[in-house]
C-alpha cells in the first residue's frame, strides 16, 4: 500500500498549512497513523500521532500547540493543521502508518513544507 501526502507548500511565518493522507487501498488496515519531518541537513524527525483504538494523540514538544493531528479510522486517512508555522518547521513531511505493534513501517514520498520568514 502506498501513503499519498499532499497539502505542502510555501507560507509566510505565522500562517497556516493542512496537510493530508490517504492509503492507495482504503481498506488498508493499521493501528496508528502520524506524521515525520525531515528538515534540510537533520534527521528524520517525530511530529504527530493518532492511535485509532484509544483516539490519543501525541505530538513532538516543538510543535504542541500549533499543530492538530485528526483522522478517519474508518478510511485510513490522517490529517495535520499546522498553525502559527515558524521558519524551523521547513521540512519534508512524511506520512507514516503502523501495522505492528512496535514501529511506523509504512512511509508515504513526502510533501515539502516551506516557510518563510
Known amino acids: 500500500v502506498q501513503l499519498q501526502a499532499s497539502g505542502g507548500g510555501l507560507v509566510q511565518a505565522g500562517g497556516s498549512l493542512r496537510l493530508s493522507c490517504a492509503p492507495s487501498?482504503?481498506?488498508?488496515?493499521?493501528?496508528?497513523m502520524g506524521w515525520y519531518r525531515r528538515a534540510p541537513g537533520k534527521e528524520r524527525e517525530f511530529v504527530a500521532a493518532i492511535t485509532w483504538s484509544s483516539g490519543k494523540t501525541y505530538y513532538a514538544d516543538s510543535v504542541k500547540g500549533r499543530f492538530t493531528i485528526s483522522g478517519d479510522n474508518a478510511k485510513s486517512m490522517v490529517s495535520l493543521q499546522m498553525d502559527s508555522l515558524k521558519p524551523e518547521d521547513t521540512a519534508v513531511y512524511y506520512c507514516?502508518?503502523?501495522?505492528?505493534?512496535?514501529?511506523?513501517?509504512?512511509w508515504g514520498q513526502g510533501t515539502l513544507v516551506t516557510v518563510s520568514s
Open positions: 487501498d482504503r481498506t488498508f488496515v493499521n493501528y496508528a
Open positions: 507514516t502508518a503502523r501495522t505492528s505493534q512496535v514501529e511506523f513501517n509504512h
